[in-house]
């Protein structure tokens, strides 16, 4: 019904720079706070960043100074801005929405992931 769909990995090196977008398409009333989480072979899936409706920002320690989080409301489309990457944000990352349905109930929608690897 709700669909996410991540674009932009890919392969960069350390110190470079790589963007990522996720696209929610479906039936959609509205869609709340909106996220990127990273999972790494061997860890468990972490918070990266999450941004509100109206623009309100958080981030994980690690992406502090380094990422940006920002979004379309128009166009249900979040991104991801990387600079400064290091071989530690190697992983796959998945973008999250939590998603108002016409009937008013709430889903947590995740995208399928986009591998981005960092080379040192």
């Known amino acids: 019904q709700v669909q996410l769909v991540e674009s932009g990995g890919g392969l960069v090196q350390a110190g470079g720079s790589l963007s990522l977008s996720c696209a929610a398409s479906g039936i959609i009333w509205r869609i709340d706070v909106m996220g990127w989480y990273r999972q790494a072979p061997g860890k468990q899936r972490e918070l990266v960043a999450s941004?509100?409706?109206?623009?309100?920002?958080n981030y994980a320690d690690s992406a502090k100074g380094r990422f940006t989080i920002s979004r379309d409301n128009a166009k249900n489309t979040v991104y991801l801005q990387m600079n400064s990457l290091k071989a530690e944000d190697t992983a796959v990352y998945y973008c999250?929405?939590?998603?108002?349905?016409?009937?008013?109930?709430?889903?947590?929608?995740w995208g399928q992931g986009t591998q981005v690897t960092v080379s040192s």
């Open positions: 999250k929405g939590s998603v108002v349905g016409w009937d008013g109930g709430v889903n947590d929608c």
């Open positions: 941004i509100s409706r109206g623009g309100n920002t």
